[in-house]
């Protein structure tokens, strides 16, 4: 959307107010306003968090019980204690929250989820930009970040690692998403659950970036897990970006992996999203188109991994 010419409004005030009164928001034209108000509601609600301040953002956030969700472990995604803050524009007054209204009704519903991973254990979720409160989206925008480093294995088992099933982060993640198709942006139900639709999106883009000023011999594959590279560089404290696109492209491959009970939990995908684009540092890698994969899913040329191939195949790249 190309930004509204600031120019347009001093001329427009020149001959509106004449040179004794200047234009505020409310007097300026509705078009003029509503090109403004569709800035706001497509701007960013909050800064992002500052990755150098996760461990006192961690103290903050709450863990929300399961709720019937699938995921066999949910305990280490830390929410917001209000995770659906509506944009405060709406708060203004009246005519603004009505004209707010209308103007969200026309803007698509994409939104931007800040996702941090720190210390190779927790997921903190942050909501930046959510024009509207509605149960589908366009896009979903979901930007990993990175914080902290591990010194080694974790409450006794490895983040990464695999065990029956798939490793402590794994479902994390999952739950993460899964939350979000059940009970939306709010993460949590509100009433009886047979009222609640599930969250639908047209486009969900999974999007891994490099924190900044991190050096390529400063990264490397988890401490949490026992995976055998990990002393390999002993520089290596931080998480590698790649080493997480790969883990978590392939975890979602294995997700849809409709054999050996994984039909559990990856018919939500299928069921509620449209196409998973894969990006690193908001480069596009590699998607997937859902209605293609049922399409094509008995084609011998498809490969479907376990989770323990998931994890082997995450390395980092050269």
Not at 3 to 19: C, D, K, M, Y
Not at 195 to 223: A, C, D, W, Y
Not at 248 to 267: C, D, E, K, P, S
Not at 286 to 310: H, N
Request: aromatic share 10%; proline share 8%; hydrophobic share 40%.
């Amino acid at each position: 959307m190309a930004p509204f010419p600031v120019e347009h409004l001093s001329h427009h005030s020149r001959i509106q107010g004449g040179a004794h009164s200047e234009a505020t928001l409310m007097t300026i034209p509705r078009e003029v306003r509503n090109r403004i108000l569709e800035e706001v509601l497509l701007h960013p609600m909050i800064a992002l968090p500052e990755l150098n301040n996760v461990g006192d953002l961690l103290k903050e956030r709450i863990e929300i019980p399961p709720q019937g969700l699938k995921a066999w472990t949910t305990k280490d995604a830390k929410f917001p204690h209000s995770p659906c803050r509506i944009h405060p524009i709406f708060l203004v007054n009246r005519q603004l929250n009505e004209e707010a209204s209308a103007t969200a009704e026309l803007l698509p519903p994409n939104y931007i989820l800040d996702v941090i991973l720190f210390q190779e254990v927790y997921l903190l979720p942050t909501w930046i930009v959510m024009p509207k409160l509605i149960q589908s989206a366009d896009t979903l925008t979901c930007n990993f970040r990175i914080a902290g480093s591990c010194e080694g294995p974790v409450q006794g088992y490895s983040r990464f690692g695999g065990g029956d099933g798939a490793g402590p982060i794994s479902w994390i993640i999952y739950s993460l998403f899964e939350r979000f198709i059940y009970y939306g942006p709010w993460w949590t139900a509100a009433g009886r659950e047979a009222e609640h639709k599930l969250f639908i999106m047209r486009q969900l883009e999974v999007n891994i970036m490099t924190p900044p000023g991190l050096l390529p011999e400063s990264s490397g594959p988890p401490q949490s897990s026992g995976n055998p590279h990990r002393g390999k560089n002993k520089d290596a404290t931080v998480l590698s970006p790649m080493y997480l696109f790969d883990f978590i492209r392939q975890y979602f491959w294995t997700l849809l992996n409709m054999q050996n009970n994984w039909a559990n939990y990856g018919h939500l995908l299928y069921e509620n999203i449209g196409r998973i684009v894969f990006k690193l540092d908001g480069e596009v890698k590699s998607d997937i188109d859902m209605a293609e994969v049922l399409d094509d899913y008995e084609d011998a040329d498809l490969e479907f991994k376990s989770f323990a191939q998931c994890h082997n195949d995450a390395r980092v790249r050269d």
